[in-house]
């Protein structure tokens, strides 16, 4: 059986994604790109005395950060099947690296959901380009791959991530209390239906139906 010569794109359709959408496009991540999100995240996304994210990544130590980064997401790439994925798109402002914008799921097929999360460089946040990045991941999510609701978190300590969950449409859906050094904090639960969103640009968007096959969903 001869089965026929591809490219990296077409053996991995999340690297030919591409979603624009105003002065936002959500792309997938090849390695250089990678490279370049890793550098970004090193000069800082957070202060010292903050941690908005559950699995406390950023203070990975410096001389393994890079590494762990890029070997996070080379694991996101060798696991993705259409059981468990997780769809994670670097984020360009006016062309500008800027971060990401992602969705995890599991059992898709079955629960037509998955839970957002994001980073944004420090540098750019308070202009409002999180917001953007969320609307324009969830209309994708809802107009192109199917999904019939969305969840988020966002910990009670953290009232930017609350208020972008806020403007896009999110609904609240209740309260849990997570672990973080070594105690807990309350984490507000989120979430999104179609009809609650509050759209940003209209999208344009290219190499999407390879992705529905890859999910399956063709």
């Known amino acids: 059986m001869t089965i026929g010569r591809r490219s990296l794109a077409e053996a991995y359709p999340v690297l030919g994604l ?11 991540m ?3 790109t990678l490279m370049a999100l890793a550098n970004l995240a090193a000069e800082g996304i957070h202060g010292d005395d903050e941690m908005p994210f559950l699995h406390p990544w950023t203070r990975t130590p410096a001389e393994r950060f ?4 890029l070997q996070h997401h080379w694991s996101v790439r060798s696991r993705f099947t259409p059981g ?4 994670d798109l670097a984020v360009r402002y006016e062309g500008e690296l800027v971060g990401t914008q992602g969705v995890s799921t599991r ?37 192109h791959l199917d999904f019939e609701q969305i969840t988020s978190s966002a910990f009670d300590d953290n009232p930017a991530s609350n208020q972008v969950s806020q403007k896009v449409g999110y609904r609240p859906n209740g309260v849990q209390r997570v672990p973080r ?8 639960e989120y979430l999104l239906t179609p009809d609650a969103l509050v759209r940003g640009p209209e999208l344009t968007v290219t190499g999407a139906e390879p992705v529905r096959k890859l999910i399956g969903l063709e």
Not at 66 to 69: E, Q
Not at 131 to 143: E, I, N, S, V, W
């Open 84 to 87: 468990a994925w997780d769809l």
């Open 30 to 32: 090849d390695d250089d």
């Open 107 to 143: 059992d898709f097929l079955a629960t037509r959901t998955g839970e957002t999360g994001s980073w944004l460089g420090r540098r750019f946040q308070g202009r409002g380009i999180g917001t953007l990045m969320r609307q324009t991941l969830c209309a994708f999510l809802f107009d």
């Open 66 to 69: 890079h590494l762990h980064y």
């Open 181 to 188: 050094n070594e105690t807990w904090v309350s984490s507000n």
């Open 18 to 28: 591409r979603i624009v959408a105003g002065p936002i496009e959500s792309a997938g």
